[in-house]
């Protein structure tokens, strides 16, 4: 492993990103031999970790910094199977993408921002498969779905492109608010972000919090992974260049739900506590995927867009990664490496039709497949790497994809669920079905007088290089599945003769019964199939339609949202005149008292006091007049009869109290007068 690689690994494209404005100074091929240097870079750090993973020669899977330490929250890497296997991969595909643009985008406008946002993308979907905690993960969640906003509007001057990009980023985020609400509880209930931690306690987590916890989760993954109900995106994110195109589907962002599914199975699965112990989410999870797989594919069916093919593919493909996930019961089990193995197909084989279509639209300048046809004689290239497309993407052996749906087919057969299968199945004869219609409207019927009069070219070399890269993989990549499964930690053993298999026999017939009807539908032009497609009008308006989940999310959701705006608007405004209208009561009621009750009560008080004083002056002058003459008269009674008696006493004894008082007082004289004279 190269030093820090664990870390340089996301920080070299995130932080080189930061330059590409100053290489660009320089001039443009400057810029853009920066960008692929830079892929270059990242993919060797990614490259390096392989051998100690496969080895296990790994003394420490887990490093980290410290990140915000008032919270005793770490930064960190999480070094194993899974983890490198996603870097790897988003790596490697990167540097074939960013190597094609250099052809595919060249004239462009704008590029500088072209290779910032897509070094920030590759950075970030490496970041977050190497995150070591939720937190982390969430930061690089996010910074996925600002990258891929930036991209799909790339040709902002277009408004179908501006339209698309809104669509993607707020579709997404209604994964994203699922995601953090799951986060939120784990946190919440454990105390920690970390993965470690997470999986050493997750048995502590009460089972109703865990299963709110594992919903929310799976919310999050179908809404980043384009998965029903909430697929509706993937399709309008077209509106991106084909580059962008074949990275997003390829091995970024509609991967990075597969990724965290997986995730889960290695911190929920610890003795006694497997997934399976919460109520309804495998049989949910498997199938939500089968049911994906079957619409995308009949949308795919339907679509003219040459485009639309591997976008409505690419949904469900991924459908079939999620039910093989669904049928998974530790990461350890077959269904869990059927669902990875099956992604890393999925990411050569789609990313090569989307180069290849690429070339296609950059000589014809139409994404119109009615528009099309006979470019096999033009484009013999393009024609033999559509054809690898074609066996890859059905499953045709020895391809890879061959062996990942033989596994996913297997896993679903271990749940006892044959409606599942069945359902599979189907899909699978649908993924031929879609797949014969675009060889043959593009490359094998009579070319349109819109080809005629165009002028057909092959790609560039750098194009043709990269799409000729990702063909050997889609032809070789089955080999190496047991080596893939040893890397895992998984044991299952694939080899050549699974291709003799009756299983085997079982699926090329299935195969077979989807591209019948096809070849005598477009190539033969059956008339028995055109009056059998007349029939089915109804169900052709319906595909027309995407099943109506945009008019669903249109006519009714958003309207709803904006009716339900609308009401609580007027609340808000009658809610705010409350006050207006309790001051007018206010005033009302005081115009009241001042008219009724001020002129009642206030004009007549100065009447009322007078009367009042007239009244108790009266009284008072009556009663006091009354009470005077009557003490007037005790008085003089009583003065009368003290008179009387004094008048009765004896003279002499009257003399006699006088001379006693007199002596008493003069005695009393002398005794103060003696007291003063002896004080000093």
Known sequence: MLPYAPWLVWITPIVSSLFVPLIARLGGKARNYFAVLMSLVTTAFALSMIPDVYFNTLGNPEYSVAWIPSLGISAGVLIDPLSILFASLIAFFSLVIIIYSLGYMAGEEGLTRYYFFMLLFIGAMIGLVMSDNFLQMFVFWELVGLCSYSLVSFWYKRPEAVRAGLKVFLITRVGDVCLLGAIALLYASLGTFSFSETKANISTVPLPTL???????????????????????????????????????????????????????????????????????????AWIGAITAFVGATLALHTPDIKGVPAYSTISQIGFMIAALGAASSPSSQGWFAGLFHMISHAFFQGLGFLTIGGIVHSLGTRDMRLMGGLRKAMPITFGLCIVVMLARTGVPPFASFFSKGLIISSLWSTGDILLVLTIYASAAVTFAYTLRFMILTFLREPSEYVKQSHLHEPPKTMLFSSAILAILCTVWGLVANSIAKFMDVKVEIGLGEVFSSSTLIFLLVLLAGGVPVYFTYYRKSKSMEIARRKLAPLNTVLEHGYFFDDLYEKVVAKGLIRVSEDVRHVEAIIGRVPYLFAAGVIGISHTIEKRVEKAIFERLPQLTARAVISLAHGTHKYFDVLVDELLYVAANRTLAFGSKIEKTHNQSLQRYIVAALLGFLILLILVIITMLTVK
């Open 211 to 285: 299963t709110a916890v594992a919903f929310l989760m799976l919310g999050g993954a179908l809404a980043k992974s384009a998965q029903l109900p909430l697929h509706t995106w993937l399709y309008s994110a077209m509106e991106a260049p084909t580059s962008v195109s074949a990275l997003l589907h390829g091995a970024t962002m509609v991967k990075a739900g597969v990724y965290l599914i997986a995730r889960l199975f290695t911190l929920f699965t610890l003795f006694p506590l497997t997934l399976s112990m919460i109520p309804m989410w495998l049989p949910c999870v």
